[in-house]
């Protein structure tokens, strides 16, 4: 089992940025792959972000590519996402995800999920 707590959402004007994070417990967290998802109010929750169980290989949606980063630190076992010049659009709860056997890069993939954290952008 792997529990998953996300911190540092809130609000923001357009153009401004916030850091998320995702602290685990558990299981071991360097042998997970870990994604950051969002839902926004009546959408399908989407993928945003995701990196290996290294931190060396990182995936982006389109949407986020230039904007956004994810890193992880498997000593303190965290995860964050890095999120700048946001935009209206990228208002949504924001889910931290764990995969065991693969980059989780679709919904279906993930093991684990955070219970959300809500980032609001103003325009």
């Known amino acids: 089992q792997v529990q998953l707590v996300e911190s540092g959402g809130g609000l923001v004007q357009a153009g401004g940025s916030l850091r998320l994070s995702c602290a685990a417990s558990?299981?071991?967290?360097?042998?997970?792959?870990m994604g950051w998802f969002r839902q926004a109010p009546g959408k399908e929750r989407e993928f945003v972000a995701a990196c290996s169980w290294s931190g060396a290989n990182t995936f982006y949606t389109d949407s986020v590519q230039g904007r956004f980063t994810i890193g992880r630190d498997n000593v303190r076992n965290t995860v964050f996402l890095q999120m700048n010049s946001l935009k209206p659009e990228d208002t949504a709860v924001y889910y931290c995800a764990a995969a065991s056997k693969a980059i989780p890069r679709r919904s279906n993939l993930v093991d684990y999920w955070g219970q959300g954290t809500q980032v609001t952008v103003s325009s």
């Open positions: 558990g299981r071991i967290f360097s042998t997970y792959s």
